[in-house]
């Protein structure tokens, strides 16, 4: 054997460095691990940019278990990562730089024409991409924890930026390439902020950050801060406008505590809705389980699960890709959406992302339910005639994420952070049976603001009756994404926005509460509350507080409406 040669034990060979030249010059490099024996077999494709070694083992088996599994494996690096040619721009060039790898693999002796790509996050793109082109073997696909619609699923929700994951992802992937092109100064900035990165999203205006404007550096970070709407500049770089030309079935695995949570879903019902044929719409299948980005298991935050969390995955690919590309019909029995309930701590089966029928709980206080001290109160029965509720919101001390100031994600108690008065809080009586909340809650707040513009964040927290308060989900909108020029200061606007989805199940006893509140940093960006100045823009010089109003009286019914599915016999 040549010196790029291995041999892996069990039959498995590894040839590193393999080179594929693309039709514009470029070339991509590729580790190929080979199943035992000389007949083709089926290929397994991930592109990523992280290090083609790695192959997302920080949450899939290594490559060479898919190989001792009867499949060829192939971990490419994209365009101007790893040992790849070209300039890496993220999601830019990966849709035709996909097809063209999948139309050369196919050439290739040892695979057999037929073709399935995996992969999370980054890689799921990837595949999303891929696919939207059709490339001839590409056979099935099984994306996790990434976003058919980047604006909405990755970058954005209604209107926020996801701050502490958008700045972060910038700055990890910057660092190679001020490494690529020897920009010594500016790779010494990135190491130095990611070496704190927990801490990087309080640096204003996050825009104007010094690690990411050096002009000798990629503009992507600065470009995804600048295009802060919907715009043609999302949709050249994702598929939300060619869901339509999609025509394989998809593996989507999401996460309830995942940063891309949103954009999973959404994914799954996109495809489900329009792929390009009625084959690839009804062979959409979604995993939902409790995790977070990574890793994938039974810790999440403060709370240890039970074992159901610890699925294996692994397993799931393996049937999966033996159903599509070696027919052995191992995935026929599974129902198109598989989700983990939080509180029973255990899986159920649905045809869709939604529960059978809508609760609607409504906002009461009697004027004073800042905090949870106050008086707010949350039950299925109209208001009547109420006061309404008042809070401020301070940029200089912002309502934290549920995760705290560092933004981790996971089931962390509410309880200190409910303490404070720039936040409403309303909370249910002790229910008297179970309550499985399944699906996308929204809530409609009837609410004035000072604020020539501004945010309203809602989170849903279960109240377990020794009183420990665990994050739920979290939404939040902008008064510019909802209302555009319809929006004034000290105008009564109603505010009705989406929750990111979940499965929970509120037992018997426990209460169910909802937090208002101006924003939730550094999860997302703080709105600077001032007019002309752009969330990106803001500084301590030029920020401003405001009174947000929170209206329940029988004209403005605010409520918080979830699905529920029934007690089935």
């Known amino acids: 054997m040549t010196n790029n040669r291995v041999d892996c034990g069990n039959g498995v060979t590894l040839e590193r460095s393999v080179r594929c030249r693309l039709s514009d010059g470029i070339t991509l490099v590729s580790d190929h691990y080979y199943a035992a024996g000389e007949e083709p077999k089926p290929t397994l494709l991930m592109r990523q940019p992280y290090g083609r070694d790695i192959a997302s083992t920080v949450v899939y088996a290594h490559p060479i278990w898919f190989a001792r599994h009867g499949y060829n494996v192939v971990i490419q690096d994209v365009r101007g990562r790893g040992g790849s040619e070209g ?49 001839e073997g590409l056979q099935c696909i099984a994306p996790a924890m990434t976003a058919c619609d980047l604006y909405r699923g990755w970058f954005y929700h209604h ?120 084959f690839a719409r009804e062979n959409q299948y979604l995993l939902a389980g409790p995790w977070v980005h990574i890793p994938w298991g039974d810790r999440i935050g403060e709370t240890t699960l039970n ?121 249910s009586e002790p229910l008297t049976e179970p309550r499985h909340i399944f699906g996308t809650p929204r809530v409609v707040l009837y609410a004035t603001t000072s604020a020539p513009q501004a945010d309203l964040a809602a989170k849903l927290v279960r109240v377990l009756p020794n009183n420990r308060a665990e994050f739920v989900c979290i939404g939040i909108a902008r008064s510019t994404y909802l209302f555009g020029d319809d929006y004034a200061p000290d105008k009564l606007h109603r505010w009705e926005f989406t929750l990111e989805p979940t499965s929970i199940v509120f037992a018997a006893g426990d209460r169910m509460r909802l937090e208002i509140a101006g924003g939730a940093f550094p999860l997302y960006d703080r709105n600077p509350s001032t007019a002309g100045i752009k969330p990106s823009e803001m500084t301590p010089w030029n920020w401003g507080r405001s009174k947000h109003t929170i209206l329940h009286d029988e004209r403005h019914p605010s409520a918080l409406i979830v699905s529920v599915i029934e007690a089935r016999s």
Not at 128 to 135: C, Y
Not at 375 to 392: C, I, K, R, Y
Request: glycine fraction near 6%; proline fraction near 6%; aromatic fraction near 10%.
């Open 87 to 135: 300039a890496f721009y993220p999601f830019r060039h990966e849709a035709r730089d996909g097809a063209e790898t999948i139309a050369w693999l196919r050439t290739r002796p040892e695979c057999n024409g037929r073709i399935g790509m995996y992969g999370f996050s980054y890689q799921g793109a990837t595949q999303l991409l891929a696919a939207a082109e059709r490339p």
């Open 159 to 278: 209107g926020a930026l996801r701050l502490a994951s958008s700045l972060g992802w910038g700055l990890q992937m910057l660092k190679e390439d001020a490494r690529r092109l020897n920009l010594r100064d500016a790779s010494a900035k990135l190491e130095a902020a990611w070496a704190n990165v927990r801490t990087q999203a309080t640096i204003s205006p996050y825009a104007e950050h010094p690690a990411i404007i050096d002009p000798a550096l990629p503009s992507y970070a600065r470009d995804w801060f600048a295009h802060d709407t919907p715009s043609d500049y999302w949709s050249a770089l994702d598929v939300s406008q060619r869901t339509h030309e999609i025509d394989v079935p998809a593996l989507h695995v999401s996460g309830w505590y995942d940063t891309y949570l949103e954009g999973s879903i959404l994914g799954f019902n996109l495809l489900r809705s329009s792929a390009r044929s009625a």
């Open 307 to 427: 074992d159901a969390a610890l699925i294996d995955t692994d397993d799931l690919l393996l049937r999966w890709f033996d159903h599509w590309l070696k027919d052995a019909n191992t995935f026929a029995k599974e129902p198109p959406v598989r989700h983990f309930a939080l509180g029973v701590n255990q899986w159920y089966e649905a045809n869709e992302v939604t529960g059978d029928t809508e609760h609607t709980l409504y906002l009461h206080s009697a004027g004073r339910a800042e905090s949870r001290k106050g008086n707010g109160t949350l039950s299925p029965d109209q208001p009547a005639d109420e006061p309404s509720d008042v809070f401020l919101c301070d940029p200089e001390v912002p309502v934290t994420a549920p995760g705290g100031p560092q933004s981790l994600s996971g089931i962390f108690d509410q309880s200190t952070l409910e303490q404070g008065n720039n936040l409403l809080v309303y909370t």
